[in-house]
């Protein structure tokens, strides 16, 4: 992972134990989903583990020596299920360990601790950050255009496309008056009072 051993023991000390990790997630969870969620990052790599001592069992006494533990060797979450990595820290992965040269052996990790960071969303154990609540759209408090203004705009449109729709007509004078709400019913008696009632009409080409 890039990290010398001593880059890892300053880090180290600041990591949380696995019994720690278990406790920052949401007390709601049962400990069948803590185990399951804490396990697919750590695969994933999501999650970085490290220890300050390891054994093999090619060796005959453990390496005191800090090590990141590499993603690849929790693809058997059945390390998991031993009730000393939630206790104490310590795991076995058999048959797992690559010392190359296709030579594959068991290795024991001790005093595993893990990134904190992945934890820090649930705040010391409790239920992950609510969504921010939808935002209510606030109701447009704009002013309606004078109504002589608007019947100005209504006259000089309609001399030069008279079979407009009304919608259409409506969508030009939002455009024509931003800073105004253009209200569909008043707009409706406006244009129906200079031209009349009519049937619907097309929207121009331009």
């Not at 997630?25 to 994933?44: C, F, H, M, N």
């Not at 030009?172 to 009632?197: C, H, M, Q, S, T």
């Amino acid at each position: 992972m890039g990290e010398d051993s001593d880059s890892i023991a300053q880090l180290y000390p600041t990591w949380c134990t696995p019994a720690d990790a278990l406790s920052r997630l949401p007390q709601s969870w049962d400990y069948k989903t803590k185990v399951r969620w804490i396990a697919e990052r750590l695969t994933g790599g999501l999650i970085r583990a490290a220890s300050p001592a390891h054994l093999l069992k090619t060796q005959n006494e453990a390496t005191r020596e800090f090590r990141f533990i590499l993603p690849i060797y929790w693809k058997d979450w059945a390390c998991l299920a031993d009730s000393d990595f939630w206790a104490a820290g310590d795991v076995t992965f058999y048959n797992a360990i690559r010392m190359g040269f296709g030579v594959v052996t068991t290795g024991t990790f001790y005093s595993v601790r893990l990134d904190p960071a992945p934890f820090a969303e649930f705040d010391g154990g409790g239920e992950p950050p609510a969504k921010p609540a939808a935002q209510v759209p606030k109701a447009d408090e704009r002013k309606p255009p004078a109504s002589a203004e608007l019947k100005r705009f209504c006259r000089a449109v309609l001399s030069e496309w008279p079979d407009a729709s009304e919608d259409w007509l409506r969508e030009k004078a939002v455009l024509f008056f931003p800073d105004n709400r253009i209200r569909r019913d008043p707009f409706r008696e406006i244009l129906r009072e200079i031209r009349g009632p009519v049937k619907r009409g097309k929207k121009p080409n331009s």
